[in-house]
């Protein structure tokens, strides 16, 4: 994420506790274009859509490059994200039937350690 916002002390610590507490974040910033930058911005996205192979690759390349950089931080947001109903019951059954289960994630590491524990995973 300091890769897309300038280095910030304070949304580093804040997106840190917000995920300790099991919510998921979500960092809100902008970055304003210039008319001549958007125009090329424009053709190069238009010229990524239409290409035949790594059309995707392409398209991230030159949203990465015009404008998921130097972005101006607006706010954080941190959002509960509840287990879906059954959860810790399924799990159970599938612990006491011998079922080996692994937690796959993308999340920082404290939210998934939140989930985990209040998924019952793993003891507190």
């Known amino acids: 994420m300091t890769s897309i916002v300038a280095e910030n002390d304070w949304l580093d610590e804040e ?8 919510l998921r974040t979500l960092v809100v910033g902008r970055r304003r274009l210039s008319y001549e930058q958007y125009r090329e911005f424009s053709r190069s996205h238009q010229e990524a859509a239409l290409a035949i192979t790594g059309r995707d690759a ?3 390349k030159v ?3 015009y404008l998921e950089r130097d972005l101006e931080l607006l706010g954080v947001t941190g959002v509960e994200d509840k287990l879906q109903k059954d959860v810790k019951p399924s ?3 599938l612990r006491n039937a011998g079922v080996k289960i692994w937690m796959l994630t993308g999340d920082k590491v404290e939210t998934a350690r939140c989930v985990a524990v209040s998924s019952r ?3 507190r």
């Open 63 to 65: 949203v990465s490059q």
């Open 15 to 22: 997106t840190a506790n917000m995920a300790r507490e099991g």
């Open 58 to 60: 392409n398209m991230q």
């Open 91 to 93: 799990l159970e059954l």
């Open 121 to 123: 995973l793993v003891a």
